[in-house]
């Protein structure tokens, strides 16, 4: 009976998907678990006071951040000398207001990052799935296109696309997303086959079930748990890829507020106003911190090897 149901994906209380157990108080469970970790509950903290200013950056924001202010070029911060609460991180080499194009710089690096996540979650899933399922031949192709990719140091990879199909923020995705790509179908690839010969995936093959009932109704449900900690970690690097190619010239173009740009165009003021350089590299490093302690965190609930006993 509970085969039945694992089969038809209506799995009972109680019976575990992944690495976690869908029990009445599984999510107070996991949050039990994940508060555990300090860290993580501190990175979770600090990301979602970064998104919330994302998000509402319009708002939050003190000024507009293409504005540039001729009286105040290359202004100190308030804690310097000559610095003023009307910008309080100061201003870079053409005026413009710190302090609001780091806020505005939160919510195009984080679009990126998840951005990239998304589509190489769902992209990977599918080959994946294919992969595990589809035969040798398939199976085959699959694996040496993505042996392919990885042969490539990522940044290396990312700049020959973007140089190919031109700088832009889109293209600054999809390269990127081409490098994250192979670590999601050759994890849901091993995360399949491992599941292919339980109890449930014969039960389901008996009755009769379709392939594609068989791929993402019954055995997907029971790959996620590596899946979400993979694409949580990889959000803080597909950041870094993209503030790279943004310090390169190749990310998301000015005047568009990118951290990775910003420090760019920051370069010429490292010794004279280094706090031009130093606030976009402080926002790359907070965020990228806390996305990888929350992933930590994620990482130990979801797996009941890692929690404590």
Known sequence: MASDQAASGAL??????????????????FWASFAENKGAVAGLAILIVIVLLAIFAGSVAPHNPLI???????????????GTWRHIL?????????????????????????MVMAVSFVL????????AFSGAVVDTIISRVMDLIMSVPGLVLAILIVAVLGPSLFNTITAVTVVFLPRFVRLVRASAMAELGKEY????????????????????PNCLAPLIVQSALGVSEAILEAAALGFLGL????????????????????????????MPGIAI????????LMGDGLRDALDPKMQRS
């Open 12 to 29: 009972a209380p109680g019976i575990p998907v992944g690495n976690v157990a869908l029990a009445p108080g599984g999510l107070a469970n």
């Open 68 to 82: 540039q202010f001729r009286d105040a070029v290359r202004a100190p911060p308030v804690w310097e000398t000559g």
């Open 90 to 114: 100061g201003t870079d080499g053409l005026g413009r207001d710190m302090l609001s194009r780091l806020i505005f710089g939160a919510r195009v690096s984080l679009f990126i990052g998840l």
């Open 124 to 131: 990977g899933v599918v080959l994946g799935l294919l992969s």
């Open 201 to 220: 995936v014969t039960s389901a093959r008996v009755i009769g079930v379709s392939k594609l009932h068989l791929m993402f109704i019954t055995v997907l």
């Open 251 to 278: 990310g998301a173009q000015p005047p568009t507020p990118e951290w990775g740009a910003m420090l760019a165009d920051a370069r010429e003021f490292i010794r004279s106003n280094p706090w031009i350089v130093t």
């Open 285 to 292: 490093l907070v965020t990228v911190v806390s996305i990888n």
